[in-house]
């Protein structure tokens, strides 16, 4: 049961480390105390069962479920974009691996829903990918089974300090994470501009250009866009800089 929920929580998106747990229980299998088919089992119905979740909302609700994820990502202003960029040049094949790769791990199943991939593609490779990754870690475990034993005595013996310490540790990185992302919203909080800001220049007759930066999924997804926007691939940006109009105000907009 905490193995199950651990990795449901992990996968849905909760800072929780499902990996400890994973190792853990795989030096119980060395040992004897359970069987590796059946923990096996366990993980991987708690990743599917959080990916399809993912999935389903990804396809219900677009790109408002990855603005509310970005809100809540330890790695809010990469996780999407590097999901989009993996599975547009990978494909389904990208979520065999996309478990080992943090912020990625959470974000390419509700992409996956946006840009249409077919729900057998998906449940198919997505499976692949949690086996692979609950095997590794299970089978790492179970591997240095001894190593993680007296590990586990020496942290029994230290006792109440241990789990202070671990609590303690975690404290300061989602800390230091919530800093980090402060300080880049406040450097680029004087170069924003709201949608009605926008909406009233443009209306008032302002010579401003608006540069489409979206994602190609999300634009085949949406299949809208700002009037007389420029549409640039963030890729692009480089090799299609010549085409944005020279002295005037620029806009841009993505996710």
Same mark, same amino acid.
């Given at each position: 049961?905490?193995?199950?929920?651990?990795?449901?929580?992990?996968?849905?998106?909760?800072?929780?480390?499902?990996?400890?747990?994973?190792?853990?229980?795989?030096?119980?299998?060395?040992?004897?105390?359970?069987?590796?088919?059946?923990?096996?089992?366990?993980?991987?119905?708690?990743?599917?069962?959080?990916?399809?979740?993912?999935?389903?909302?990804?396809?219900?609700?677009?790109?408002?479920?990855?603005?509310?994820?970005?809100?809540?990502?330890?790695?809010?202003?990469?996780?999407?974009?590097?999901?989009?960029?993996?599975?547009?040049?990978?494909?389904?094949?990208?979520?065999?691996?996309?478990?080992?790769?943090?912020?990625?791990?959470?974000?390419?199943?509700?992409?996956?829903?946006?840009?249409?991939?077919?729900?057998?593609?998906?449940?198919?490779?997505?499976?692949?990918?949690?086996?692979?990754?609950?095997?590794?870690?299970?089978?790492?475990?179970?591997?240095?089974?001894?190593?993680?034993?007296?590990?586990?005595?020496?942290?029994?013996?230290?006792?109440? !300090?241990?789990?202070?310490?671990?609590?303690?540790?975690?404290?300061?990185?989602?800390?230091?994470?919530?800093?980090?992302?402060?300080?880049?919203?406040? !450097?680029?909080?004087?170069? !924003?501009?709201?949608?009605?800001?926008?909406?009233?220049?443009?209306?008032?007759?302002?010579?401003?250009?608006?540069?489409?930066?979206?994602?190609?999924?999300?634009?085949?997804?949406?299949?809208?866009?700002?009037?007389?926007?420029?549409?640039?691939?963030?890729?692009?940006?480089?090799?299609?800089?010549?085409?944005?109009?020279?002295? !005037?105000?620029?806009?841009?907009?993505?996710?």
């Amino acid at each position: 049961m905490v193995l199950f929920l651990i990795v449901l929580a992990e996968q849905l998106g909760l800072p929780l480390p499902a990996v400890p747990v994973l190792l853990a229980m795989g030096a119980m299998v060395g040992t004897g105390r359970f069987s590796f088919a059946a923990v096996l089992a366990i993980a991987v119905g708690a990743c599917m069962l959080a990916d399809f979740v993912w999935y389903r909302l990804g396809r219900w609700r677009g790109t408002k479920v990855l603005n509310w994820l970005c809100r809540i990502s330890l790695e809010p202003d990469s996780c999407v974009s590097t999901a989009q960029d993996r599975l547009a040049f990978r494909g389904a094949q990208a979520l065999l691996v996309a478990k080992f790769f943090p912020g990625f791990s959470t974000a390419a199943p509700p992409v996956a829903g946006l840009i249409g991939m077919r729900v057998s593609r998906f449940l198919l490779w997505d499976g692949m990918g949690a086996v692979l990754w609950s095997a590794t870690y299970l089978g790492l475990g179970w591997l240095f089974s001894d190593q993680l034993e007296r590990v586990m005595r020496a942290v029994t013996d230290v006792g109440g !300090r241990a789990f202070f310490l671990a609590a303690a540790a975690l404290a300061a990185y989602l800390a230091w994470k919530a800093i980090q992302r402060r300080r880049f919203l406040r !450097r680029i909080q004087l170069d !924003r501009i709201t949608p009605e800001e926008l909406n009233a220049r443009l209306a008032a007759g302002e010579d401003i250009v608006v540069v489409d930066l979206r994602h190609s999924a999300e634009v085949e997804a949406d299949h809208s866009s700002l009037p007389h926007a420029l549409r640039i691939a963030p890729d692009a940006i480089d090799a299609h800089f010549s085409t944005i109009p020279p002295g !005037r105000e620029v806009v841009l907009f993505c996710t």
